[in-house]
């Protein structure tokens, strides 16, 4: 369901030469989370609500019954997580030091580092 276009193909060439290997799978996941919640939600494609409850499923898991063991294990076998949480909590850790006062560090304040270790996602991919 990943586009098959020039933008979207450019798009992931350029993402691929320049950022990590689990931040890339890490887009394409959201991107494949988001379009399965739309469709079965009723909700077009450029609605900002799918990005944050794909992004948000993506990075802490809430939401789990949005997104069936066998999705996810087909997501999962195809653009596996690679430490995506591990790498994610080291760049907010990292902001966190540099800029007390942003987002990321009232996020690490929170327990992200919990909170992404609890995500379903972050474990044993689900058998369908």
């Known amino acids: 369901m990943f586009p098959v276009t020039p933008a979207a193909e450019a798009a992931l060439a350029v993402a691929t030469r320049f950022c990590s290997p689990a931040l890339v799978n ?4 959201s991107y494949l989370w988001g379009a399965r919640y ?7 494609f450029d609605e900002a609500h799918l990005l944050q409850v794909a992004t ?3 990075v802490v898991g809430p939401r789990p019954r949005e997104f069936p063991p ?4 087909q997501v999962l076998a195809r653009y596996p997580r ?3 949480g591990t790498e994610f909590v ?8 540099r800029k007390p006062g942003s987002a990321a560090a009232a996020s690490v304040r929170k327990n992200v580092a919990g909170r ?3 995500n379903p996602l972050e474990g044993r991919p689900p058998t369908p």
């Open 56 to 58: 948000s499923w993506e």
């Open 82 to 84: 690679l430490g995506f």
């Open 38 to 44: 739309g469709t079965a939600h009723g909700i077009a």
């Open 90 to 97: 080291a760049c907010f850790e990292d902001q966190a030091r």
């Open 70 to 73: 066998d999705a996810r294990a």
């Open 116 to 118: 992404i270790a609890a």
């Open 26 to 29: 890490h887009s394409v996941r």
